[in-house]
């Protein structure tokens, strides 16, 4: 069975949109089904990491969220003979599921804030922690919702890794750093500079630089003169590996804060968007996470005392 999957990335928004949907994308392979990513043109920088998973890849020049991108969408599911369609995105709204429902398909809508005035969907899925049904008080009586963190989306990578247990040092000295597939301000940067303030003997961090970040170049001239034991990589497949590695990790508030928990890293949150102030506040509040805030907020003195206060 074919699964057509409607999601976008960008330089804006990041990739963690179709990075969830590839989750749920290797786990219908493994039912047997094939699926089908339709992107936005942006999205380019991700086809080769779906296509390397055995991902049919089409791409959308209409305006996203729109009518005809609906219309085209359930085209393309029509093509392929599949008969759910999956829709991860905030600029799809209560009419761009109207249109997939209209056109004979099931639809799988992925969701974090209940933004959509309306939900025609057969599934709604909101992995967050925060998530609960008064976020969909204007649904259809066959919708049904998928609330909470038992429905967390984690890639192939992270299947093997169910019931490791992590062994805590007295000292902590390995830091792993992501900021996202883009992010687009480069806190990423400001994160640098702080780790080579840290007074922790024998520090070493690992910052991974996502496949839409802009700012490549730049991170590498930082930690090339920093002289600080920091490690760059770019567009890593290895996350698991990496997490198990680290002691501790600065990470955003996006959909990596549940991988981060998957493998019971120890995290400190920096919110690069608005989306991800409830994950970061929520986690905070039950000691899960530090939450530091808003990044235009954050200074590179608070992020050297936090670090130094939980590393030693």
């Known amino acids: 069975m074919n699964l057509i999957i409607r999601a976008n990335a960008s330089l804006k928004i990041g990739t963690g949109h179709v990075m969830r949907c590839l989750a749920l994308a290797q786990a219908w392979q493994e039912t047997g089904g094939e699926a089908i990513f339709i992107l ?9 990491r779906l296509r390397s998973q055995s991902m049919k890849v089409a791409h959308l020049s209409v305006s996203s969220g729109s009518t005809e991108d609906a219309k085209q969408t359930a085209s393309f599911a029509h093509q392929f003979d599949a008969e759910w369609a999956v829709v991860d995105g905030y600029n799809f709204g209560a009419d761009y599921q109207r249109v997939i429902k209209d056109a004979g398909l099931r639809l799988l809508f992925i969701d974090d804030y209940g933004h959509a005035a309306h939900y025609w969907a057969d599934l709604v899925l909101n992995q967050n922690v925060y998530a609960h049904q008064g976020l969909y008080p204007k649904r259809e009586s066959y919708t049904k919702l998928l609330l909470g963190t038992q429905y967390t989306l984690l890639r192939k990578e992270f299947w093997p890794w169910q019931g490791w247990q992590r062994q805590m040092p007295t000292v902590a000295r390995k830091v792993l750093v992501t900021l996202g597939g883009a992010d687009p301000d480069n806190v990423t940067l400001k994160v640098i500079q702080a780790l080579q303030q840290v007074k922790v003997k024998g520090l070493e961090a690992v910052v991974v630089v996502g496949g839409s970040n802009p700012h490549y170049q ?54 690069l968007a608005d989306n991800q102030r409830a994950i970061a506040e929520k986690l905070d509040g039950i000691g899960v996470a530090v939450n530091l805030g808003w990044h235009e907020e954050v200074l590179v003195a608070h992020i050297i005392q936090t670090l130094t206060e939980l590393l030693l």
């Open 40 to 48: 936005n043109t942006e999205a380019c920088v991700l086809q080769e």
């Open 218 to 271: 730049q991170l590498q001239a930082a930690v090339h003169d920093s002289g600080a034991a920091i490690a760059l990589k770019y567009n890593v497949t290895n996350m698991p590996e990496l997490m198990a590695w680290a002691d501790i990790a600065i990470a955003a508030g996006g959909s990596t804060c549940w991988e981060l928990a998957f493998m019971g890293l120890p995290s400190v949150i920096i919110i």
